[in-house]
């Protein structure tokens, strides 16, 4: 499962229009709507950490898990710079493990479509019911099969600035609704006009809404709602990407029997 190595070093640069700020305030939102104006909040899947980093700004104990050092590396570098108290644990979410349980966990940017298989995924939201306060909040959200099969699926996609350039090239299988990606990299070498030439390969599965509440509700977990992520209205058939709002359950809260 482990990816993003030499795509590690350009991520940021190939990100850089992804509107963080806006995904980070509506997870504050939410987090606050609900009761959780501070505490320990985890980001699964966190990456380079820019959103790790936000949600420090806004008050709250990070801590950021990725199985990916160079991904990882690249948030340590913003830690060092922004001086923000945040705990990275390198590790796969498959078999994550904390020293206590977090308010809430949050999860974006399709994490979760690195989980290929249905029961692992299960096993994943396990894992989070099992680190979650009495009545935690888990927010994540995930890329649908629709937006693999109709959207991503067989699509070429391609980009060159100054600094580097990619090819992403998709190949979606509807049988297993799981869709390859082929990165082919070109990072700059400082100084020398010359490019660096990596490839990488990954895997994700496209999810239904009603895959997901089921694994969920397998997990122990307690479904509260769903959005679509662009409109932030309904979900329909045609939503790319699904935000979902889970609950902890199963744990008594302190002072109850």
């Not at 980009?159 to 297993?176: L, M, Q, V």
Request: include cysteine; charge should be negative.
């Amino acid at each position: 499962m482990e990816s993003y190595g030499g795509f590690a070093d350009v991520y940021d640069l190939f990100m850089d229009e992804t509107p963080y700020e806006e995904w980070g305030a509506f997870i504050v939102e939410c987090l606050k709507e609900r009761g959780v104006e501070r505490g320990i909040v985890l980001d699964l899947g966190c990456g380079t950490g820019t959103l790790t980093e936000y949600l420090a700004e806004k008050g709250y104990d990070m801590i950021g898990v990725d199985n990916s050092y160079d991904m990882l590396d690249k948030a340590l570098q913003k830690k060092e710079q922004s001086g923000l108290d945040i705990l990275y644990l390198c590790q796969d979410m498959r078999e994550f493990e904390l020293y206590g349980t977090v308010a809430a966990v949050i999860s974006v940017c399709d994490s979760v479509n690195y989980i290929t298989d249905l029961e692992e995924l299960t096993g994943v939201f396990s894992l989070v019911n099992n680190y979650l306060d009495p009545e935690g909040l888990f927010l994540f959200d995930f890329n649908t099969d629709y937006k693999y099969r109709e959207v991503i699926g067989e699509r070429v996609i391609a980009e060159n600035r100054e600094e580097g350039s990619f090819i992403w090239e998709n190949s979606y299988d509807e049988e297993s609704k799981i869709n390859e990606y082929d990165l082919t990299i070109f990072k700059r070498i400082e100084d020398n006009g010359l490019f660096e030439k990596t490839e990488e390969v990954h895997f994700q599965r496209g999810y239904t809404l009603l895959e997901m509440k089921e694994a969920l509700e397998k997990a122990g977990m307690v479904f509260e709602w769903a959005i679509d992520a662009d409109t932030h209205k309904e979900v329909t058939k045609e939503s790319g990407r699904i935000y979902i709002l889970a609950k902890e359950h199963g744990k008594a809260k302190p002072g109850q029997a």
